[in-house]
């Protein structure tokens, strides 16, 4: 086995993908990224959650908009569900596994407030509850899916928006959806701070 070809592959892939793509997301992301400036400005916060690598997205994008992306600002109101193991560990003991994020969206979500959905299968049960919970509460969805969107691309509202990655390897979905998140924390920026 050549690890060198291999590796030299997976880097032909992901970029391969993201130029594909490009063009398809561009615009669906500057929306998303408008609905995220026009909630914060309105001061909403912004949820984001997910499984596993998408677990981490939601943290690391959490984390971007709380702290700062590339340009100093003031903090910014997000909240990652994925991370409060009290939380997440009795929620999924007293009642069940799929409800570890849409009892926290009930909770802490309000009218106005955005949910940032990550699943690259677009099936995840836990992500699914937790869309349900945000409109119930009035919240507006952005959705970050893969392969055809799963259950979630059906369930979303006219005015949600879908953000989804035609690939069928999770690796592939899983790295542009770190691209997108980055273009969609610069773009918030662009849109609060007035960069050209």
């Known amino acids: 086995m050549d690890l060198v070809a291999r590796i030299s592959k997976h880097f032909s892939d992901s970029a391969h993908l993201k130029l594909q793509v490009r063009d398809q997301l561009a615009g669906p992301v500057a929306s998303a990224a408008q609905r995220m400036a026009q909630c914060l400005m309105a001061d909403g916060k912004i949820l984001a959650c997910g499984n596993g690598g998408s677990a981490a997205d939601a943290q690391h994008f959490s984390a971007e908009l709380l702290n700062r992306f590339e340009m100093e600002r003031p903090a910014l109101a ?20 799929k409800q570890v994020f849409s009892k926290q969206v009930r909770a802490l979500g309000q009218a106005g407030d955005l949910l940032l959905a990550i699943s690259t299968s677009g099936n995840s049960p836990n992500v699914v509850e937790a869309i349900q919970a945000a409109h119930e509460r009035g919240m507006g969805v952005i959705a970050l899916t893969g392969r055809q969107g799963g259950q979630m691309a059906g369930m979303l509202a006219s005015d949600d928006v879908h953000l989804c990655v035609p690939a069928s390897s999770t690796a592939r979905i899983q790295e542009v959806h770190i691209l997108v998140l980055h273009c969609l924390c610069d773009a918030i920026d662009c849109l609060l701070l007035g960069v050209e």
Request: a negative charge; proline letters at 0%; zero cysteines.
């Open 78 to 97: 997000a909240i990652a569900l994925t991370t409060d193991t009290s939380t997440l560990t009795s929620i999924a003991n007293d009642y069940d596994f």
